[in-house]
């Protein structure tokens, strides 16, 4: 028995030590390229997105999980923003204008 709970115990902790480190790299840097307001949509140009999978630099639309994001920042400005994957598609959960 003795085995199966240090196995169990050293999955949880290899597991926890895994969503630690990729909570940690969820910031991506990006530029505001448009904004739709209307649409509660904002296209953002990025580096590397690992995560959520995208190892290339690229242009994207996003959702905004809060419209009021959209309002704090403009066309051209530097951001770094943390975005998920949903079946509606991507959305940006925060986001603020890059220092």
Do not use: C, W
């Not at 296209?43 to 009021?68: F, I, W």
């Amino acid at each position: 028995m003795k085995p199966i709970i240090r196995l169990t115990a050293s999955l949880a902790l290899t597991l926890g030590l895994s969503l630690g480190a990729a909570a940690q790299g969820a910031s991506i840097n990006g530029e505001v390229k448009k904004i739709d307001e209307a649409a509660g949509k904002i296209t953002l140009k990025h580096g590397p997105a690992k995560s959520l999978g995208m190892d290339e630099p690229m242009t994207m639309v996003y959702r905004v999980k809060d419209p009021a994001l959209l309002k704090q920042v403009k066309v051209g400005d530097k951001v770094t923003f943390e975005a998920e994957e949903a079946a509606a598609g991507y959305t940006v959960t925060t986001m603020q204008k890059a220092k």
